[in-house]
């Protein structure tokens, strides 16, 4: 299995609650490296853009203002099959679904707080990543 990478947000309701290094530690642990990792204040122009793919839907004004409304971590994941395995350690979107163990049936508050934002493929992630990283910021 080729090594991989992924792009990862820490979301405003776990850097509110000071959660950074407690999503980390399980990040790590599920055998994923923190290769890149900034923290930031998203702009609505940088959320809108990252999120597009659900401009029509109902609850994007919502995801925009939450995802603008504190600090986020953005970061750069490495590993193999990284994608899925990051995937399986954030656990479902829906906090209440999500098996045990994993990130959002630990921290996270509902559905649109969900502490954690993972890509859903590597196409996704080269794109995302390039969104908000350069590539001499990426130690591998
Ligand atoms: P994320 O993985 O960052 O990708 C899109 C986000 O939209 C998702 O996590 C959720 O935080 C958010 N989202 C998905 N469904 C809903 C919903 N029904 N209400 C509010 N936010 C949602």
Do not use: C, W
Request: charged share 25%; aromatic share 6%; glycine share 8%.
């Amino acid at each position: 299995m080729a090594i991989e990478r992924t792009f990862s947000i820490l979301k405003p309701d776990a850097t509110e609650r000071n959660l950074t290094g407690a999503i980390n530690a399980l990040i790590e642990k599920a055998g994923l490296r923190i290769v890149a990792q900034k923290r930031i204040r998203m702009t609505r122009e940088q959320a809108g853009t990252f999120y597009a793919v659900h401009k029509e839907r109902p609850f994007f004004g919502e995801l925009v203002d939450f995802m603008t409304s504190g600090p986020v971590v953005v970061q750069v994941l490495e590993g193999e099959n990284a994608v899925l395995k990051h995937r399986d350690v954030m656990g479902a979107t829906d906090p209440s679904k999500a098996a045990d163990g994993t990130i959002r049936k630990l921290h996270a508050k509902s559905i649109g707080e969900n502490s954690v934002h993972g890509s859903d493929a590597p196409e996704t992630a080269a794109i995302e990543i390039a969104q908000f990283f350069s590539g001499n910021e990426i130690v591998g």
